[in-house]
């Protein structure tokens, strides 16, 4: 256990069953995809980023490695990082390592057992940093930890992994905004966005050879059996990644391979075969389609990189 005060704001259990309800009540039947990261979820997602088929990862960390010096100059000294879906906090030691005695780490996300032994990990690996991890959903309001006595220089937002593709291109520009206004003015956010290319490699990257991603989809499932009791026949669904190139995303589903029910408590849901449950959207962006969207969520460009290839793209951007 940590000795770090941990913020603690996980969704609860019932918080996770009303939005299973409301999901699988809906037409087309949908469920939200933050609720893949419970701890086999999260385990599964740190999978999925070393399979070979899963560009982002490592072409965002090649990009984070070689501009790692850049982003440190216009961050200056005494930085206060604030990590949105920090995950197991991979990436954000290419940035600690090069900042300028870096004050404070805030590392969200939404899994607190994932967070908290990330959190442990850094803390040993960088002893002057004050961390602060915070469980919440940042979908919803939550404060940043107060670390009094601590001098801080910038603040700065860090969202890597294209995690911003998971929003619809609406929500995405209302979670600039309100990460703008909780970093608060003359702040920066550092940001790694995915770029629409070739359908067949994005295909490949959601939907791999060895099976992680698909385990990785229909973990919601076994997570609705462990924490709602739900029957639910898992083999009973099969993985979809399907390039819809109209709205330039990703799509994961789980396609019902005959009819059959859901059943958690009282309610019922029959599925006709074939039909699918939408989990996840992987919304690409252009680079100057996410500076449009950053400007109208208030943030001035600072400047994007990407890797040789075109693959991938990290923006840097600042509050007025
Ligand atoms: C696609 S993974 C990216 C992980 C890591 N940042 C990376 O770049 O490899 C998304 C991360 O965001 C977290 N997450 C997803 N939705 C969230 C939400 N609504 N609130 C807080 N954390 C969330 C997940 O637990 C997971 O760690």
Redesign the pocket.
């Known amino acids: 256990m940590t000795a770090m005060r941990l913020h603690d704001l996980e969704p609860s259990t019932e918080e996770f069953r009303r939005a299973v309800v409301r999901g699988l009540s809906a037409t087309p039947r949908t469920l939200p995809c ?1 609720f893949f ?1 419970d701890e086999a979820g ?1 385990r599964l ?1 740190d999978r999925i ?1 070393e399979l070979p088929e899963y560009y982002p ?1 490592r072409t965002e960390l090649r990009i984070l490695d070689e501009r790692a010096g850049a982003i440190a100059d216009l961050l200056g000294p005494r930085t206060r990082l604030v990590e949105f ?4 906090g ?2 954000i030691r290419l940035l600690l390592a090069a900042l300028d005695r870096p004050a404070v780490y805030v590392p ?4 607190r057992a ?1 967070l908290v032994a990330a959190a442990d990990a850094l803390a040993g690996d960088f002893p002057d940093l004050r961390v602060a991890p915070v469980c ?4 919803e309001p939550f404060a940043l930890p107060a670390t009094p006595g601590i001098a801080i220089g910038t603040t700065a937002g860090f969202f ?2 294209s ?1 911003i593709g ?1 929003f619809m291109p609406d929500e995405a520009t209302a979670f600039l905004r309100r990460a703008r206004r909780l970093l608060g003015p003359g702040s920066a956010m550092v940001i ?1 966005v995915d770029v629409p290319k070739d359908a067949a490699v994005l295909e490949a990257a959601y939907d791999d050879a060895a099976g992680v991603t698909a385990e990785f989809n229909r973990n919601l499932l076994r997570r609705m059996v462990r924490e709602l009791g739900a029957e639910v026949d898992i083999d009973g669904f099969r993985h979809e990644a399907r390039w819809n190139r109209a709205l330039s995303r990703i799509e994961m589903h789980l396609v019902s391979r005959r009819a059959q029910t859901i059943r958690i408590g009282e309610q019922v849901f029959a599925m006709a075969a074939g039909e699918t449950i939408h989990t996840e959207n992987s919304c690409k962006y252009g680079v100057d389609q996410f500076r449009s969207m950053a400007g109208r969520a208030g943030y001035l460009p600072v400047t994007a990189w990407t890797d040789a290839d075109g693959l991938f793209s990290v923006h840097v951007l600042r509050a007025p």
């Open positions: 933050k990261y999260s997602f980023c990862t879906g920090s995950g197991a991979v990436k969200v996300d939404i899994c994932h919440a959903d940042y979908t890597p992994g995690t998971n790694g």
